[in-house]
């Protein structure tokens, strides 16, 4: 069974910076992908940034170049640095895991991009 715990969410000036983090608590070795989405006011739920068990990431064309995903395995944790926010940065952001057990999704940080 595995837990996803999400933080780091705020409210941040146009500009701004915030890192999340999304901790994994369980059988952390058996995750595989682990993924950023967030859904803003009135949107869908949208794939922000990616990365494989291997370092590989991807990212929506939005945010590229301004938000890196980066992840540490042994501590089962995984981040999101998110740079030069926008107002259209402004959504719930949610942590998301691949298992062989299945997928698992945290319960969401809130980040709002307003002066």
């Known amino acids: 069974q595995v837990q996803l715990v999400e933080s780091g969410g705020g409210l941040v000036q146009p500009g701004g910076s915030l890192r999340l983090s999304c901790e994994v608590f369980?059988?952390?070795?058996?995750?595989?992908?682990m993924s950023w989405y967030r859904q803003g006011p009135e949107k869908e739920r949208e794939l922000v940034a990616t990365?494989?068990?291997?370092?590989?990431?991807k990212y929506v064309d939005s945010v590229k170049g301004r938000f890196i995903i980066s992840r540490d395995s042994a501590k089962g944790t995984v981040y999101l640095q998110m740079n030069s926010l926008k107002p259209e940065d402004t959504a719930a952001y949610y942590c998301?895991?691949?298992?062989?057990?299945?997928?698992?999704w945290g319960q969401g940080t809130q980040v709002t991009v307003s002066s």
């Open positions: 369980g059988s952390i070795f058996t995750i595989g992908v």
């Open positions: 990365i494989s068990r291997d370092g590989s990431t």
């Open positions: 998301y895991a691949l298992a062989p057990g299945g997928t698992y």
